[in-house]
């Protein structure tokens, strides 16, 4: 494919990504060095996909037109995993999925979940386990024997696939309640808890914590149905036009949900289960009440900032955009943004601070959930179980997978977090 259309697809899927204009786990008994560095799962945002799905044939997601950064960060030593979870899929459902593929299991949505928002409760059935020694522990023979020495992994999510590894952790931790409760015996481990210890590090890249101000901007979270009338409109032109067919034919699927058809996808926007709903503040503060770090687990939130301050206000933006730090399909939304304000969103005041942003997220979203534990960064102090917040990155939504970025930056930046997570992982073996 040519380099211009490669740009398109990536650029275009950043913008459709964040709402606007991504149990045989302890079956096996191995050992492992002690030296070696737990792996890296790679979670996308919305519209986004793994180096699994058809659109890793086209363009990378993880690199975007830097290229494939998990075939870079491999070439570094770096072990790491790109699974793919639904496009459009609720933080909850994301997470669900994420567990199935790493322990290759079925799919469970759970029986409270799905019950609630009238889905089926499993999904796709994964044969085989992305990391099939995850979870596991050493001998007890062994010197470091105290620490129980049990494999952990590093969650790295962009955008929503930060929201989706927040989940995912807390639920490795806590599990749920209602879960246990509703399924008893029949329960996915996943809702169990007590698994946190096989986490080690979370990191959140453009990450709305706390939603974003883009869909109430552009009107569509003023009825809380902007997913929906999108698959409503798009539902009338394949229902009309026979268009779905020719995309299935030539291997394009609209798939969401593992297993779901697109009528089906059009009834769950209209429930609260979906991304969109996710991204919203009242969604995203419904999450925020549940989701909390866990004690044990390093936490890091790198947010992004494409926009400076106006020296003469038009038409209300007390931000502008220039080409330097924002690409061009990113500019509008970004004035969009940084000209809402002066408005409450279930009971958060939308002053001038949720002005700057990276094109689809803002800044101040994407520090850390505003109820979280949080601190400034400190290569001296790097606390566990409370947000490290990362200096605001200049630059705007895609930079931090690659668009537009050179592919030596878009190496040395991931590498300096993997070095730095892996310093602290060497501690966690004393």
Not at 285 to 298: A, D, E, L, S
Request: negative net charge.
């Amino acid at each position: 494919m040519k380099k211009a259309t490669k740009i398109i697809i990536i650029a275009l899927s950043c913008v459709i990504a964040s709402g606007g204009a991504g149990v045989g786990v302890l079956g096996y008994m191995g050992a492992f060095s002690v030296q070696e560095p737990y792996p890296y799962v790679f979670v996308h945002g919305l519209n986004g996909w793994g180096t699994d799905k058809t659109g890793s044939n086209y363009a990378d997601y993880w690199g975007a037109t830097a290229g494939d950064l998990m075939k870079m960060l491999e070439d570094k030593g770096v072990e790491c995993y790109a699974p793919s979870v639904g496009e459009w899929n609720s933080a909850w459902d994301r997470a669900c999925e994420l567990y199935a593929q790493l322990t290759g299991a079925t799919v469970d949505y759970g029986e409270a979940h799905s019950s609630e928002f009238g889905h089926e409760r499993y999904g796709k059935a994964y044969g085989e386990a992305l990391i099939p020694d995850w979870g596991l522990r050493k001998s007890t023979a062994h010197k470091n024997a105290r620490h129980k020495n049990a494999r952990k992994i590093n969650l790295v999510g962009h955008s929503f696939g930060g929201a989706s590894v927040r989940v995912f952790a807390h639920l490795m931790a806590e599990g749920s309640e209602a879960e246990r409760t509703a399924s008893g015996a029949g329960v996915s481990p996943l809702f169990e808890g007590g698994k946190g210890n096989m986490v080690f590090s979370v990191t959140a890249l453009a990450a709305p914590h706390n939603g974003t101000t883009l869909l109430y901007a552009i009107g569509g979270a003023k009825t809380g149905n902007f997913l929906s009338g999108i698959l409503d409109g798009i539902s009338s032109i394949l229902n009309g036009t026979g268009l779905g067919d020719i995309l299935g034919s030539i291997g394009i699927s609209l798939d969401g949900r593992a297993g779901l058809d697109f009528d089906e996808m059009v009834k769950m926007s209209h429930t609260r289960d979906n991304a969109y709903y996710d991204l919203t503040l009242e969604g995203a503060g419904k999450i925020n009440g549940w989701v909390k770090p866990v004690p044990g687990i390093y936490y890091f939130s790198y947010p992004y900032d494409g926009t400076r301050d106006a020296m003469i206000s038009v038409l209300g933006n007390a931000r502008r955009v220039g080409s330097s730090d924002m690409s061009a399909v990113l500019q509008p939304l970004a004035a969009i943004i940084g000209g809402y304000g002066k408005n409450t969103v279930n009971n958060i005041a939308i002053n001038d601070d949720w002005l700057p942003n990276d094109g689809l997220v803002n800044t101040i979203s994407a520090k850390a959930p505003f109820d979280d534990g949080q601190c400034e960064f400190s290569a001296e102090k790097i606390e566990r179980g409370v947000w490290n917040v990362m200096p605001v990155q200049r630059g705007d939504h895609g930079k931090a997978i690659g668009l537009f970025q050179d592919r030596d930056w878009l190496v040395s930046f991931y590498m300096e977090q993997i070095n730095r997570i892996n310093k602290l992982s060497e501690r966690d073996w004393r």
